[in-house]
């Protein structure tokens, strides 16, 4: 029978290798907001014209805008991960994003008008939106999966963490070069905080 340390092992070392698309973009998308000055373009990708069409669609007094957005997006055949605000009170804006692009639609309601642009999205706003990019509130499947996929990964995380710990503590000779390590990021980690 294998023994606890060689099951813990195992599952350290196939976690840390499943993990590691999901660690290299959060690590990499992380560097990424901490330095964005780096990367920024004052370029910003130009919005290309899609359709200005008429449309009309009844928006009830006290309706909710996720229903209201998701139908005009039904509409249009652009059913997806979307973001609805009304910057006006006769204005209705979504954002239909993708990881790769993006796609404006504004809804003038006085007017009847429905407005749809497009946005090709730099590599760098791509890594980022992989980042912030989660919740259970988008439509489809594919955003739900992506979700899911982000709950696994981080509970492999603290899986993980969990079983390097304990590695750490079986193996005597190195519980004092292993209590330094978790000591200092542990303080560091306490002190921003605090300060923060």
């Known amino acids: 029978m294998k023994s606890f340390d060689h099951f813990n092992r195992r599952t350290h070392l196939y976690l840390g290798l499943f993990l590691t698309p ?32 008429e449309y009309q669609r009844a928006v009830p007094e006290g309706a909710e805008l996720r229903s209201v957005a998701q139908g005009i997006l039904a509409d249009c055949g652009l059913e997806g991960a979307f973001w609805a605000q009304r910057p006006k009170p006769d204005e209705i804006r979504i954002n239909r994003f993708r990881f790769w692009d993006e796609t404006r639609l504004t809804y003038a309601l006085k007017d009847h008008r429905l407005r ?3 946005q090709k999205l730099r590599w760098d706003q791509v890594v980022l939106r992989m980042h912030f990019r989660g919740g259970f509130m988008q439509p489809t499947l594919r955003d ?10 981080c509970v492999g995380i603290l899986v993980w963490v969990a079983s390097g710990l304990i590695m750490w503590w079986r193996l005597a000779r190195l519980r004092f070069w292993g209590a330094l390590a978790v000591l200092g990021g542990t303080v560091s980690f306490v002190l921003l905080i605090s300060r923060l």
């Open 116 to 118: 749809a642009e497009k």
């Open 22 to 53: 999901w660690l290299v973009m959060y690590g990499f998308s992380s560097f990424l907001i901490s330095h964005h000055a780096w990367f920024r373009s004052d370029q910003q990708p130009a919005w290309q014209p899609v359709f200005d069409r």
């Open 144 to 153: 739900t999966l992506w979700a899911v996929l982000v709950d696994l990964a």
